[in-house]
């Protein structure tokens, strides 16, 4: 070919690839940095993760609001003020207490908004997995799933749309576990070819389409968290699950069982080694018993109560680990350095208990002892409701009620000013803590043989009603929920009944309260 039209024809080829690269640059948004081929980046509202699309902290739990840490699972919350839900007044929630943790809940209701699926028109055309059916869950298909990331599995779940917002668009989509996430562990949500009302498929929001669509943006902030976000999109894949079809996608780190448990661990162990007990995993007793004041003693005839012989009251010398001279409401941990409970030299608080001796024990037929825990803010005299007195006498069962101090009738004052304020809301959980201890030194003292046995209220002609080899548990509603996390950490039982709907308070307490 003639050297000329070569010439000719590679001038013209470049000549066009001249034109249409200054075509495509000149329409190309330029970035703040001038960098060519890339878009502007979403807003980034400090504390708000730019991938929620309506609210900030949502979706929820996120580790967006986590940091990298020396921790069991290598996270730790770090919420911002900024960034926390306000009250009338505009106060946010103190976050202080919520950043000592490694994770989120193991129980966590999972919260996110999601602009057109926030009515049950549309809930019903998504097709999410409902409480009726949890076998659909792993369903192929199925519009809202949660993966383990670790390995690949889905987890449980079922979803409903927050029935007590009053508007759709405060309408929030909650999927709940099915059984609890394992601590420890880290988890991916997806969310997959919603819909609205009409049928039609819902867009996703454009901070995630970004991420999903591989658009890079001039943001250095933004760009931060690709690589983090592809790495999601690839252990989905693995998972059958394709970007192409997701609507959202975010992941979570559940907290370590140290995390959880070592505020409520150091003061058991620490309680109890004043005892002289030190060994709290051979469901043995060993050391002294609490000591412990009998206040009142009842006895019934048969008439009076066909299945209590004996009511018997009184109170448990417990130590106290708050920050306040004898327990009260309001009262806090005071942390140290190393984030346990400091105590106040010889605090102590006197835990109220009830017992019902049943008519069926004898000297013979000694009662097996049980705790019970009561419900909502009740308190200990729950114990002589008669579904309670009646178990104990057609099994031969003693029951002794203790208060769950932090949520029993007399924190209900506080529980308001909580309700005001929820930065307030640890002096609840805290309290709490210290009822749980309060429940383990009452058994202790169940069958300790220098604890009730030995009192002549629990005796009849000098011979011990009470059965000291094993101690149980028995709890409804509250005592349900809240004995489940007792079981784990008492080291005198293992055997309890949870009952009248044991599950977590999130999603208890909107379908009964």
């Not at 959202?248 to 140290?258: E, I, K, P």
């Not at 030299?345 to 017992?355: E, H, K, L, Q």
């Not at 930065?423 to 069958?447: E, H, K, N």
Request: glycine fraction near 8%; proline fraction near 7%.
């Amino acid at each position: 070919m003639d050297r000329a039209v070569v010439a000719g024809r590679l001038t013209a080829v470049l000549l066009i690839a001249a034109g249409l690269a200054a075509t495509c640059a000149a329409s190309a948004p330029a970035s703040a940095g001038g960098h060519p081929w890339r878009v502007p980046a979403p807003e980034i509202v400090p504390g708000c993760d730019p991938i929620g699309t309506a609210r900030c902290l949502q979706p929820w739990p996120n580790d967006y609001f986590t940091r990298r840490a020396r921790t069991l699972t290598g996270r730790q919350v770090s919420l911002t003020e900024q960034a926390m839900p306000r009250n009338r007044n505009g106060v946010p929630i103190a976050s202080a207490d919520y950043n000592l943790a490694d994770g989120f809940s193991p129980g966590q209701t999972i919260v996110v908004k999601v602009p057109g699926l926030d009515t049950p028109a549309a809930f019903a055309r998504t097709g999410p997995v409902p409480v009726t059916d949890l076998e659909r869950a792993y369903d192929r298909r199925a519009p809202v799933v949660v993966i383990n990331a670790r390995t690949h599995r889905r987890h449980l779940i079922w979803a409903e749309l927050d029935s007590n917002a009053t508007t759709a668009e405060a309408t929030a989509l909650l999927i709940h576990p099915g059984v609890n996430f394992r601590e420890g562990e880290r988890y991916i949500v997806a969310l997959r070819n919603l819909r609205g009302a009409d049928g039609k498929r819902l867009h996703a929001g454009r901070a995630f389409r970004l991420y999903r669509d591989g658009v890079k943006t001039d943001s250095r902030a933004f760009e931060r968290r690709r690589r983090h976000m592809d790495s999601l999109f690839r252990t989905l894949r693995r998972a059958d699950i394709d970007r192409r079809d997701l609507y959202l996608a975010w992941d979570f780190t559940v907290a370590s069982g140290r995390s959880l448990s070592e505020r409520m661990l150091s003061i058991r162990d620490r309680a109890f080694a004043e005892l002289g007990d030190t060994n709290l995993r051979d469901l043995k007793v060993g050391g002294a018993s609490p000591r412990f004041s009998v206040d009142r003693v009842i006895d019934y005839t048969p008439d009076q109560q066909p299945d209590v012989a004996r009511r018997v009251e009184g109170t448990v010398t417990v130590p106290c680990f708050l920050n306040t001279v004898g327990c009260p409401p309001g009262a806090r941990f005071d942390l140290g350095p190393d984030g346990l409970p400091r105590r106040i030299p010889g605090n102590t608080y006197d835990a109220r208990f009830v017992c019902n001796i049943p008519r069926s024990a004898t000297p013979d037929a000694p009662a097996r002892p049980s705790l019970y825990g009561h419900g909502l803010f009740g308190d200990a005299g729950e114990a002589g409701a008669e579904n309670v007195e009646q178990l104990g006498n057609e099994n031969n069962v003693l029951v002794c009620a203790a208060d769950w101090i932090g949520m029993a009738e007399e924190d209900v004052p506080n529980a308001v000013q909580i309700l005001l304020d929820l930065s307030r809301f640890p002096s609840l959980s805290d309290r709490l803590q210290q009822g749980f201890l309060d429940f383990m030194f009452v058994g202790r003292t169940m069958i300790h043989p220098a604890g009730f046995a030995s009192h002549p209220a629990f005796q009849r002609d000098g011979r011990s009603l009470v059965d000291t080899r094993r101690l149980f548990y028995y709890g409804n509603s509250q005592g349900g929920i809240a004995g489940g996390a007792l079981t784990a950490v008492a080291p005198d039982f293992d055997r309890s009944v949870l009952y009248v709907g044991a599950m977590n308070y999130s999603l208890l307490l909107n379908r009964s309260v």
